[in-house]
């Protein structure tokens, strides 16, 4: 015992040291996501995921929700969302906020949707067999048509052609997004026909005579 009445007793010290491979970190979680694409074609879809990690200054986070604006359905709890789909074309927000007992953070993206080109191969036509026609493509973006033997040019609004027998022509266009679009004309070749004269006996001069004319099947006389 000391001077002021104080015991100095040493306890024995049975534990030399301590391991907790499984920590509790009273640290708040760090939002994070990863998107496939930032840009995609109306009619394709997104697809997300919650990356939010823990690390040296950020927890683990216990929960999540997503936020959807515009798309059905427009929120989820999941990791990996269902792929997220919009009906039109526009710019959407994308929230996830993940959160633990200790705090809750928020990231968020922008997507963007693009609409298709334009595109307009014509309207159906027909034409005699060895008749030329000019296919007459509009379009917005770059137009192509696709290959075909008998198109002057490929990647042109304009071609022209002479099918030997009934075709349809796809016209395509791309815009710079990579979105794209097709049309089809349908060109009916039609059979020119064959017109005979049935022969008649000999008559006199001065006698009248009715002409039969024969047309194949298919075909009219005009006149």
């Known amino acids: 015992m000391d001077l002021k009445g ?7 010290n049975l534990v ?5 491979p499984n920590p509790i970190r009273c640290l708040p979680p760090l939002a994070k996501l990863s998107i496939s694409d930032s840009v995609l074609c ?16 950020f927890g683990p986070p216990s929960g999540r929700i997503w936020h959807f604006p515009g798309a059905t359905p427009d929120t989820s709890t999941l990791p990996i ?15 996830l906020i993940v959160f633990n007992d200790f705090g809750s953070d928020t ?18 036509t ?8 000019q296919l007459l493509g509009t379009g917005t973006g770059q137009l192509s048509w696709a290959f075909t033997n008998d198109l002057s040019c490929l990647n042109c609004p304009n071609p022209i052609t002479v099918p030997r027998q009934s075709a349809s022509y796809i016209l395509t266009a791309r815009n710079a997004t990579g979105c794209i679009a097709h049309d089809t004309i349908t060109v009916t070749v039609a ?4 017109l005979r004269i049935e022969p008649v006996d000999s008559i006199c001069v001065g006698e009248s005579l009715t002409l039969r004319g024969v047309i194949s099947a298919g075909s009219r006389l005009l006149g």
């Open 107 to 124: 990231a968020r993206a922008t997507l963007r949707v693009v609409a298709p080109p334009t595109v307009n191969a014509g309207r159906d």
């Open 81 to 95: 969302p269902p792929p997220l789909c919009y009906d039109s074309a526009g710019t959407y927000s994308v929230e």
């Open 42 to 57: 109306l009619g394709r879809c997104f697809q997300l995921q919650d990356t939010s990690r823990p690390s040296a200054e």
């Open 126 to 133: 027909s034409i005699c067999l060895g008749d030329t026609l």
């Open 191 to 194: 059979d020119s026909g064959s």
């Open 6 to 12: 104080y015991s100095a007793v040493t306890l024995p």
């Open 16 to 20: 030399d040291s301590w391991y907790d």
